[in-house]
């Protein structure tokens, strides 16, 4: 399970920005995770409340918004949703797709509180 390996990267950012502006409390954590990332969000979330529990960061909101996959064909500039990872143009049938989103996975947003 890499959600966990994700998980602790995750909490060391938030650690080392809690230090950086001297703040004493999580209340909540914001992620963007991209569908092509083959990040579980409820796995992440379950390692995050594991590795959190009994520490000063237990109890925190955890918001994950999904990122869909979006492919643009380079052919004919069709953008469309990539589904079952097929990555095939639904306008001309062209396999010469790029990836326009899904493969984010960053802290959107934290919210902490000061000492």
Do not use: W
Request: aromatic share 6%; glycine share 6%; net charge negative.
């Amino acid at each position: 399970m890499h959600e966990m390996g994700i998980a602790l990267n995750i909490l060391d950012i938030v650690k080392q920005i809690m230090i950086s502006h001297e703040a004493s409390k999580l209340n909540s954590i914001c992620l963007a995770v991209g569908r092509f990332t083959a990040v579980v969000p409820h796995s992440l979330s379950f390692c995050l409340e594991i590795i959190t529990k009994n520490t000063p960061f237990e109890g925190f909101n955890l918001e994950i918004e999904q990122v869909p996959l979006i492919g643009r064909c380079i052919d004919c500039g069709n953008e469309f949703a990539v589904c079952e990872y097929r990555f095939v143009c639904t306008s001309c049938g062209s396999n010469s797709i790029e990836t326009v989103s899904g493969r984010e996975l960053f802290i959107k947003e934290i919210e902490i509180e000061r000492m």
